[in-house]
């Protein structure tokens, strides 16, 4: 059973600095690529930034700002969040493009979430 689990939300105050985490574990023959969305109340959940063995992705309102990356097993993944905007409050969730025992690719797994708020 594939799960994702992500950690290092809470609270900063506007121009400072969040770390999030997301393990993926369960099954796991590749890791296709991982990404952070965020949604906030009322709106549709946004792709923040991905990332792939070759590439890395970034929506437009956090580049310069955000850094995604992972570490070298490839299932833990990382978002560096910096120069923090009021904005950027909302829920914060890993996705994974995964491939799993018996070869079986699915790209429909979530973490459960982590409140990232910028408040002074």
């Known amino acids: 059973q594939v799960q994702l689990v992500e950690s290092g939300g809470g609270l900063a105050q506007p121009g400072g600095s969040l770390r999030l985490s997301c393990v993926a574990s369960?099954?796991?023959?590749?890791?296709?690529?991982m990404s952070w969305y965020r949604q906030v109340p009322g709106k549709r959940r946004e792709l923040v930034a991905s990332?792939?063995?070759?590439?890395?992705n970034y929506a437009d309102s956090v580049k310069g700002r955000f850094t995604i990356s992972r570490d070298s097993s490839e299932k833990t993944i990382f978002l560096q969040m910096d120069s923090l905007k009021v904005e950027d409050t909302a829920v914060y969730y890993c996705h994974a493009d995964l491939t799993t025992t018996g070869w079986r690719r699915g790209n429909d797994y979530w973490g459960q979430g982590t409140q990232v708020t910028v408040s002074s």
């Open positions: 369960g099954g796991i023959i590749l890791v296709n690529a």
């Open positions: 990332i792939t063995s070759t590439t890395t």
